[in-house]
Every structure is written in structure tokens, then in C-alpha cells.
């Protein structure tokens, strides 16, 4: 669904038809609108091998705004789509890549939190990131604005995180994990941790020792919930595939076990 559109009509503008602003109805959060902040192409610090968002076209770890959109537009197009907000529960930036590379998250954060004020709409403001960032404090501070963070870890081995998240030339797992674990101590709102299972030819990040070990790591950054899901849109990447039901779901015991709080998504 497209609420986005920018009320001019110039023909060559790159952004034309594109959506800022869509309606999902989301496993993770319910009802929701979802903000996406890289329109015109994928911009992300991890180039995964799942992503179905297909390759990244600017793999950063920097700050990038294209320009587009600019608090103005997400307002407008928050407008439009806060005309009909019945049932939505939450607001999520997602989309087109990594938001917190985003330099102006946290007032288009502010941007969002007055829109749904404005419209009367009690909804949970969210934000998914791959966790690449949360050492910058720049982003810790934009992210106290949300309400639920939901950060990316899949993996607690070093060369698998290089094989499938594929992230920005001097990003290294220990960083993203020690930086997850500080942004925990910062952070008083909902943080759920995401991993997704696959197998990907002989690699796979599904095996009950992958489970263990990432429940070691992730018992340094005690998240309030782990969300354990697979591929649901096909990845852009070749041989990429769900591991079976029966793997997917010992590895989530496994992280119950432990001790998390776990919510498995197969399907
Ligand atoms: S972090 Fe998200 S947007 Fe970036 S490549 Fe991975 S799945 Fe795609």
C-alpha cells in the first residue's frame, strides 16, 4: 500500500511512486505501519544473504541520507496514512535496509510520535536495526525515543556472521555483540532480539551447538524477548532456504532452556 506519495508530479524525480509509508500486517507486531527511510535504493550496513530486499546497493557503516525523505515528506505521508488507523498498533521504521544509518532518526522519530499523537493513536513506535550501529552514540540516543527496539543477531560465530550477514569492511561480531549488550544497560524500552535461521548449502546458523552458543552470547545482553523466525520472502541470493521445522524448533528450546523468553516464527 502506498501512502508516500509526494503531492508534486515531476516526472523524473527519482523518489516519484515510491512508498515512504505502508501498511503490514506484521508477525513480530501486529497491525502496523511501517517507515521506510531508504526509498530509492537499499542502504545497509549487512548485505545478507537472505535479505529480500535484494544486494545492498550503498554498504555503509556512516551516517547516509539521500535526502528524500526529509522530516516534511514523512510527515505528509504519515498524514495520509494516519487518516485510516484503525487497528494499527504499531509504528515501525523498517524498509529499504538499516534506519539507524539514518543521521535525522531521531527527529523523524519525534516526526512520528507527534503524528500519532495528533491523530489520537496509542501505537508502540519500534524500530528493526542489524545491531551494526548500537556502539554510536548518536544512536543510543535516537533510539531512547522508541518504545521497542528489535536488533538483529544471528549468529555467535565469527565466520558464519561474515558469511551470511556479510557486513561493512571492520565490522566484527564481538563489537556488534558487546555493543548490544551496553546499548541493553542504556535502553529502558522492549528489546527483543532477532535471529534468523537458514541453511545456505553447507553453511547453516540452525544447529542446536549454534543455539548454545548464541545463548552465551546472549546472556550478556539479557533481552526482554528472542524472536527466532526463517525465511517467509524469498532471499535474493541463491540456495538460501528454511532449515527443517524440527531444527528450527529444538533451536528455539534451546534458547528456552537457557532461560529467554522465546517467540518462534516458522511460517
Ligand atoms: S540487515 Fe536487514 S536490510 Fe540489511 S541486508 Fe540484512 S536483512 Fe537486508
Redesign the pocket.
Known sequence: MLYARCPGDCSKCPYRNLPLVYRIASRRRGESLGINLYPGR?V?????L????GP?AVKTLSPFDPGYPAPGDLERALELALGDSAGVRSIDFSG???PTLHPRLAELARVVRAAAERHGLAASVGV?T?SSTLGERRVVEALRLFDHVEA?LDTADPAKFEAL?RPAAGLKLGQVVESLKRFRREYGGTLAVQV?LVDAGPLSNASPEDAEALASALSGVEPDEVHVYTVYRPPWAGGVSKPERDRFEEFARVLERSGFRVKAYYE
Open positions: 537499499k545497509c550496513s549487512f548485505d545478507c537472505y535479505c529480500f530486499r545492498t529499504n535496509g538499516e528493526f542489524n538483529k550477514n534468523m
